[in-house]
Each structure stands twice: as C-alpha cells, then as structure tokens.
C-alpha cells in the first residue's frame, strides 16, 4: 500500500522560528512535492523535486525553501516563519511517467504561526 | 494553459440523494489525465480515480461513479444514495503543461446530513 507520512499533523510555531516541515515516502518514488492549502485559494504548489538534490520551484516558492538528501524524504523550510505562512501544508509523491502518474499524499501538517 | 473550474463550492443534501459534482477543464494538450480526489476533515487527499483522455467509458466503482465527455470538457462525479461519511470536500484536478504537477480546481464541499 502506497504510504506518506508527514513529521507532524499540527505545529504552533512564532515568528522569524525556523521551521522544519519533513516528508518521507516509502514508494521509491522519484518525484516530491511540497503544497499549501488555503482556504478560497484551493491548493497551490511550493516546491517539486525530481531527484536527489533537485528541485524546481512551483508558484508560490518566496518565503520557503527544500532539501532533499534522499529518495525518500523531502522537507519544506521555513527560513524565518511569519503569520501568512499559517496554512496546511501538504506533501505528496509520485513515480516517473510524466503528466500522468497519480501523486499520493500525506495527512497533511496544519501550522500556525503566532 | 491548464486550468479546472469546480463550479459549486457548496453542496448540501440528506443522505441517500444521489448527488453531482461538476467538473470543467481546460487544456490544450491531445493527451491528458483526470483526477478525483477526496479531503474529508481530517485533512488528507485520498485519491479516487484517475482517467485518461483516450478512455471516455463511464467509470463507476460502488456507489461512486465518473462520466467524462471531451465534448464538454466535463469529468463529473456522481455519488448515489449518499451517506454521511462522503462528506468531504472533492477536488477534481488536471496535469500542468510541463506534465510536472497537478493543478487543483478550488473544490466542492459536500455536506451530507442523516
């Protein structure tokens, strides 16, 4: 069964904390994607990465950042965290076949920032 | 360019209606794919069907069922005797142009009350 978990289903943090958001998949999937979810604005892409050490930054990417050191985990980062970055963050993944290859996603991280 | 319009935001019913929810995408590729998901409150995207462009055959999996139409530009998914736990909200999306990301419409929130 297709799984991934994401470090933390709700996160209080305040402002200018960095913030560290950790996906992992267990699919052996190349492609990682970071996205936030907001209400009236539906969801919007942060970050993808296609590879080891690669990224590509999606529509939204000011004020975050990525790392991914392995296949299986891909973090979101919030270099100095402020109330407009309060949203649900979620993370998904798929495998190779480009534009048609179904992404499956974690639970989610709902986070505020104070 | 790619975009998934998800007409109703809201939709309310009494269970065992059968209910629709509209979808309407545009695109300009030959070959795309379609995709449902489901976010009930707990706030993950459970993937529900994923359909091709070259495959018009209505798709129907239990009480959930799919009819799409080129024609139209329409993936609608039809729940009949709905029950309480289907509601959630449904979001229909459509594979960027790059063929990278998934790009979401605002999606439908289902409320089915007893």
């Known amino acids: 069964d297709v799984k991934v978990t994401q470090s933390s289903r709700y996160l209080v943090k305040r402002t200018g904390e960095k913030v560290f958001l950790e996906c992992v998949q267990d699919?052996?999937?190349?492609?990682m994607f970071w996205y936030r979810q907001d209400p009236g604005l539906g969801l919007r892409l942060i970050y993808f990465s296609y590879d080891v050490k690669m990224k590509e930054k999606g529509d939204i990417p000011e004020g975050y950042s990525v790392s991914r050191e392995k296949k299986e985990r891909f973090s979101l980062i919030l270099e100095s965290a402020s109330t407009n970055q309060t949203s649900m963050y979620l993370c998904?993944?798929?495998?190779?076949?480009?534009?048609?290859?179904?992404?499956?996603f974690g639970p989610g991280t709902r986070l505020t920032v104070l | 360019a790619q975009k998934v319009t998800q007409a109703q935001t809201e939709i309310s019913v009494v269970e065992k209606e059968d209910v629709t929810l509209d979808c309407v995408y545009e695109t300009r590729d030959t070959t795309y794919y379609l995709f449902w998901y489901k976010q009930p409150p707990s706030g993950e995207l459970v993937f529900l069907i994923r359909?091709?462009?070259?495959?018009?055959q209505n798709e129907i999996s239990g009480r959930y069922s799919w009819n799409f139409q080129k024609s139209t530009s329409s993936f609608n998914f039809t729940i009949t005797a709905s029950q309480v736990v289907d509601s959630a909200v449904y979001f229909c999306a459509l594979y960027n142009q790059a063929g990278t990301a998934l790009i979401f419409g605002k999606g439908t929130t289902l409320s089915v009350s007893s």
């Open positions: 998904a993944s798929r495998g190779n076949s480009w534009g048609s290859d179904t992404q499956y």
């Open positions: 699919m052996d999937h190349e492609n």
């Open positions: 359909r091709n462009s070259f495959d018009e």
